[in-house]
């Protein structure tokens, strides 16, 4: 694995991807000040500076045939680490590579403060890898790792960081995926399960096969039709097609759509048809979504302009909280809301609602795929949902305390072949 201490307690050694760094840990910090022994006031000491010290990129596999989440520690000099993930498209492995081979080594000796420069530079050092897909995702990890060191190094949680909350308890939507390939009554079993736990909207996902379009928009409307039987005619209900249909096809799913009052229709086309997503706009007073498949604060450009009313960018594909960042200043710049996508359940979730508690003038729910207490067994304080609602406290970071008895049965360490060449 990429980090091994030593037994002093004044001394870590850490191994960062075939790279040994030998660093002393600060003792008590020395402030200058009143009280501080003189000179400008909160000035800390040049020695007591933070530094990173390692760089930990693993699988997390959680058996029983799921998806293993890829995860990236990034430790300081004084032994405190921050915790990431990368997008669990192909298990991450990808943006496990990137970050060990690519990224590990910029990162060594770099300040873990400086979240916006250090992605910078990471981003220009090795554009060509991407700039899209897995190369945003390892940005997003060591992004999203830095934020969570960040706040504990500063004892404070990333959603004060990030300015301060607008609201600490988050309602959220179930995201309620698999319909395209159940009944209607089996659909609506589904949504009846997912009421129980309180959400404030549902939306009806149909995981299309990419490949083909408008395979059942009868069907689709008839799922649609009744599910909002179901809930009444007032419970908010989103539709997302995930890229399954023409632009014929689209259109008329939409006025069916807008007919029961959805609040919004998302990915209705494929996603790198910009002219589709126009012409379906155009077409529908519906709300209509995307960007969970953009990763570049360009590519939301793109779809802002061709008319997407509400773009969706996810925070472990887009840069982490700096990407994303930049791309709610955007749609704001634009009058356009910005709606999160996330389903990853739980170092993913817990950032995406930190970020939420802090995007300004925010009024939808937060997007959740859970409950998936699998994941919760690695964590001894997870954010679990209460009477519908997830609630962010004062912990430092992302306020999740890993168990690492428990992780140490799941990880598996990634081996770079750059680092051992």
Known sequence: MCRKRS??????????????????????????????????????????????????????????GRSRSAWVRIWSDAGVYGLGEASPMVHGNASLEIIAGALAPMLLGADPLEARVIQDRLFHQHIKLGPEGAYAGALAAV???????????????????????????????ASIGGNGQRS?????????????????????????????????????????????????????????????????????????????GYVWFEEPVQHYHIDSFTKVAAALDIAVSAGEQEYTLQGIKRL?????????????????????????????????????????????????????????????????NGPYQVQDAVFKTPVRLAHGKFSLTDAPGLGLEVDEGELRKRMVPWTSSAASS
């Open 184 to 260: 209607v009554d089996e659909v609506c079993r589904v949504v009846e399960k997912w009421l129980e736990l309180g959400p404030a909207q549902v939306k009806i996902r149909f995981d299309a096969d990419k490949t083909a379009r408008d395979t059942d928009l009868t069907g689709d409307i008839a799922k649609a039709r009744a599910v909002r039987k179901l809930v009444g005619d007032h419970f908010p209900l989103a539709f997302d097609s995930n890229n399954g249909y023409s632009v014929q096809g689209a259109i008329r799913v939409g006025r069916a759509l807008e007919e029961l």
């Open 7 to 64: 037994s002093s307690a004044k001394r870590a050694s850490v191994v960062a991807c075939g790279s040994t760094r030998t660093t002393t840990i600060p003792g008590t910090p020395r402030r200058y000040g009143p009280g501080g022994g003189g000179g400008p006031p909160n000035e800390w000491a040049k020695e007591d500076e933070v530094k990173i010290a390692g760089v930990e990129p693993f699988h997390v596999d959680w058996g029983g």
């Open 143 to 173: 992004d999203i790792a830095l934020w969570d060191l960040q706040g504990k190094v500063l004892g404070q949680p990333v959603w004060k960081l990030l300015g301060g909350a607008w609201r600490r308890e988050l309602p959220f939507y």
């Open 304 to 368: 802002i302009e061709a008319g997407v009313d509400i773009v969706q960018p996810d925070i472990v594909k887009t840069g982490g909280f700096t990407g994303l960042g930049d791309m709610a200043a955007l749609a704001r710049a634009y009058g356009v809301d910005l709606v999160p996508h996330q389903t990853q359940p739980s170092i993913g979730h817990t950032a995406n609602l930190h970020f939420v508690a802090a995007l300004t003038h925010s009024h939808y729910p937060a997007e959740y």
